[in-house]
């Protein structure tokens, strides 16, 4: 929702509480019967209260048509819980993302050239459950394309032997080529 939206339902909200405050006061008898009665055929005779109307007839159309929307303009990644394996079956598998994390960034820094790889996985659902996105800085004697293709493959294999997922979507950038030596932390197994 946007912000100009987010300002007409906040004016329409304001609008729809005031009014139910007045109905309150009214149905309480906080105010005198020919007072509220008086003041009611006031409003009702000025054409201001036809505009006033009109603007809230309009938002209201324009806050329903939002709600009842099924395009997503902003995507929500979620980058924790579990991805269903196997759904449906006797033999539910679900693992989790970090652990899916762990089997990309280890078969990506198998492959000749990488020095460092940031991986993120999406959980997608459907056919192919997850969706791989690595950050890799290359080594500075290895060609961009060549081990781009050799971590996809890589990845792939990888997925599909560990968890059975097949024809994973992976997007790999490049963040820095060097020749420098990176200090990777150790990992006891």
């Not at 009014?19 to 906080?30: D, E, K, N, Q, R």
């Not at 000749?112 to 290359?138: D, F, H, I, T, W």
């Given at each position: 929702?946007?912000i100009i939206?987010?300002l ?5 909200v304001l ?5 139910l ?8 008898h ?5 007072v509220?009665?008086?003041e009611?055929?006031w409003i ?5 209260t ?7 007839f309009?938002a209201s159309?324009c ?8 395009s997503k303009?902003?995507?929500v990644v ?13 033999k539910?598998?679900?693992?989790t993302?970090?652990a899916?994390?762990?089997v990309?960034?280890r ?12 991986a993120?996985v ?14 890799m ?14 971590v996809k493959?890589?990845v792939n294999?990888?997925l ?6 097949s ?18 932390e150790?990992r006891?197994?």
């Amino acid at each position: 929702m946007g912000i100009i939206s987010r300002l007409l339902l906040l004016l329409y909200v304001l609008a729809v509480m005031a009014a139910l405050i007045v109905s309150a006061g009214v149905c309480l008898h906080f105010f005198q019967t020919q007072v509220w009665q008086d003041e009611l055929n006031w409003i009702l005779s000025r054409q201001e209260t036809l505009i006033v109307i009109a603007v809230m007839f309009l938002a209201s159309l324009c806050l329903l048509s939002m709600s009842l929307s099924s395009s997503k303009k902003a995507t929500v990644v979620n980058l924790s819980g579990d991805v269903e394996l196997e759904k449906g079956t006797v033999k539910e598998v679900a693992v989790t993302i970090p652990a899916i994390v762990s089997v990309v960034e280890r078969a990506a820094l198998s492959v000749a050239g990488v020095r460092q790889v940031e991986a993120k996985v999406q959980n997608q659902g459907g056919n192919v459950p997850v969706k791989v996105q690595l950050s890799m800085v290359l080594s500075q004697s290895y060609s961009a394309p060549e081990v781009s293709a050799e971590v996809k493959t890589a990845v792939n294999k990888a997925l599909q032997v560990a968890l059975e997922i097949s024809d994973v979507p992976v997007e790999i950038r490049i963040t820095e080529v060097t020749h420098a030596v990176i200090e990777r932390e150790r990992r006891v197994v």
